[in-house]
């Protein structure tokens, strides 16, 4: 008998194996809920890091993520299964992750202010000792890794054509 919803964690320890099984490394697992409706969102990309990410491999991970999920039956409410890729603004989750991607710019988010801020954006360094270090116009941060909230590539200009993206518009 269920006692409650399970976490994101119990949710990639159950599906992580099956992913892994399939060639792929689980990036990052979380439910979104929406108006009426709940999304957990499972993303993935090939553990061979030079290939991309197809329709095809998330096709793929669906169905067995999905059948994991049926076979334990671990989320009591309706939900969608939504399986992606990471993205050219790839969520940053593990320290190994930090380290992989070092050299590259990014956007990162405090649970608390560090020298009266919470979000930073500059050049990864990498992660040392439980700290990510960060290079901020010319100067070299160290923020504590277990006090990040959220971390993504930062989208390059030159990614992009040289063109910001155009501004969101907000739905009356």
């Known amino acids: 008998m269920r006692t409650g919803e399970p976490t994101v964690t119990t949710i990639a320890e159950l599906i992580e194996p099956a992913v892994r099984d399939l060639g792929f490394e689980l990036v990052q697992v979380r439910f979104m809920k929406g108006s009426g409706s709940t999304t957990l969102q499972v993303m993935a990309e090939p553990l061979d890091h030079s290939r991309p990410m197809t329709v095809e491999d998330c096709a793929e991970i669906s169905y067995a993520v999905s059948a994991t999920l049926d076979v334990a039956d671990p989320i009591a409410s309706a939900y969608r299964l939504e399986v992606t890729s990471p993205g050219i603004d790839r969520p940053l989750v593990k320290a190994a992750d930090y380290a992989r991607f070092a050299g590259s710019p990014v956007r990162v988010e405090l649970a608390e202010p560090l020298a009266g801020r919470k979000r930073f954006r500059g050049r990864l360094v990498g992660c040392e000792g439980g700290e990510v270090v960060l290079e901020?116009?010319?100067?070299?941060?160290?923020?504590?890794?277990?006090?990040?909230?959220?971390?993504?590539?930062?989208?390059?200009?030159?990614?992009?054509?040289?063109?910001?993206?155009?501004?969101?518009r907000r739905r009356s």
Do not use: M, N, Q, Y
Not at 143 to 167: C, D, F
């Open 136 to 168: 901020v116009d010319g100067e070299r941060l160290a923020l504590p890794l277990a006090g990040i909230t959220k971390a993504r590539l930062a989208v390059a200009e030159s990614l992009v054509g040289g063109r910001k993206p155009p501004p969101r």
